[in-house]
């Protein structure tokens, strides 16, 4: 009876770990829409301020704006997860080569 009082707890936790992995993939997406949305509207702004000094084309300013705007700091970002994933890696190992017996 035991085992199957097991099973039911497992399932109901793997229902509920699946259940949280959706919401924060739609978390993920929502802050994604935010950051092009900032991006876009941080463009706009950059391109506003450089056709009036610089005599820039509003369109093609706003363009370059925001892809620089989103570009950059998601490049960044992204580098930043990359190490602490091979620091994460660098570290398992190291502790997998100390838990290994002497023979």
């Not at 770990?17 to 994604?32: M, N, Q, S, V």
């Not at 829409?33 to 369109?59: C, E, M, N």
């Not at 930043?80 to 002497?102: A, F, H, I």
Request: net charge negative; no cysteine.
């Amino acid at each position: 009876m035991s085992g199957r009082r097991e099973d039911e707890q497992t399932a109901r936790l793997r229902e509920f770990t699946a259940r949280a992995a959706r919401r924060l993939d739609y978390l993920e997406w929502l802050i994604l829409a935010g950051a092009v949305g900032a991006a876009t509207a941080g463009g706009a702004l950059v391109a506003l301020l450089l056709s009036d000094v610089a005599d820039l084309p509003f369109r093609l300013t706003w363009i370059m704006a925001s892809v620089l705007l989103f570009v950059v700091p998601g490049g960044l970002a992204l580098r930043r997860v990359k190490q602490e994933e091979r620091e994460w890696r660098r570290r398992l190992e190291d502790q997998s080569e100390e838990q290994e017996p002497d023979v």
